[in-house]
T-cell receptor
Framework: DAGVIQSPRHEVTEMGQEVTLRCKPI?????LFWYRQTMMRGLELLIY????????DSGMPEDRFSAKMPNASFSTLKIQPSEPRDSAVYFC???????????????FGSGTQLSVL | SQKIEQNSEALNIQEGKTATLTCNYT??????LQWYRQDPGRGPVFLLL?????KEKRKERLKVTFDTTLKQSLFHITASQPADSATYLC???????????FGRGTSLIVHP
């Protein structure tokens, strides 16, 4: 398996523009997580899905952020409009069902480095 | 409020020595605790998991301890190598959940 795949690896945009980050989880994983990492705040959970359904989005900073998971193999995180304070590394992670052996482990993608100018 | 604390200062050690990293937490009752390794430009990679009823876990050169009374986990790398240089994150999972909350990580630098 190729692991969790995120695109793009780097995104540079101007304030006010729409940004869409993409994630393909590992096949067979039914949990998908979006995290954001900054020097100041570390790794923060934004939202997670179980079987394509959003379970907890309390970490989403504000209405400018939205996430979807239309099927088991694809998720997007959208920021509209983007602001300079959104600059961070955004990680997608997936995991097996909690009842499965090794279900507690998260597998992370390589992240998207977002810079909003 | 809930807090996970890891040393923000980098740990510098000489090759061959044992590296010890600390994770302290407050206002948590974790069911288990995990340690991840993160290299620059990469996502975290899972290393070890230790449950609340376990005192110690080992995997090759790695050892994790978990003291729920002190609210602390220690992560040891014995016979450290320059290739062990990375940032190490601890993550806590409370009972009734299995969504990890991460500390900010400690950078380890192993000098040849």
């Amino acid at each position: 398996d190729a692991g969790v795949i995120q695109s793009p690896r780097h995104e540079v945009t101007e304030m006010g523009q729409e940004v869409t980050l993409r994630c393909k989880p590992i096949s067979g994983h039914d949990y998908l997580f979006w995290y954001r990492q900054t020097m100041m705040r570390g790794l923060e959970l934004l939202i997670y899905f179980n079987n394509n359904v959003p379970i907890d989005d309390s970490g989403m900073p504000e209405d400018r952020f939205s996430a979807k998971m239309p099927n088991a193999s694809f998720s997007t995180l959208k920021i509209q409009p983007s602001e300079p304070r959104d600059s961070a590394v955004y990680f997608c992670a997936s995991s097996l069902p909690s009842w499965a052996p090794g279900g507690e482990k998260l597998f992370f993608g390589s992240g998207t480095q977002l810079s909003v100018l | 409020s809930q807090k996970i604390e890891q040393n923000s200062e980098a740990l510098n050690i000489q090759e061959g020595k044992t590296a010890t990293l600390t994770c302290n937490y407050t206002n948590y009752s974790p069911a288990y605790l995990q340690w991840y390794r993160q290299d620059p430009g990469r996502g975290p990679v899972f290393l070890l998991l230790i449950r609340e009823n376990e005192k110690e876990k080992r995997k090759e050169r790695l050892k994790v301890t978990f003291d729920t009374t002190l609210k602390q986990s220690l992560f040891h790398i014995t016979a450290s190598q320059p290739a062990d240089s990375a940032t190490y994150l601890c993550a806590l999972v409370p009972g009734g959940s299995y969504i990890p909350t991460f500390g900010r990580g400690t950078s380890l630098i192993v000098h040849p």
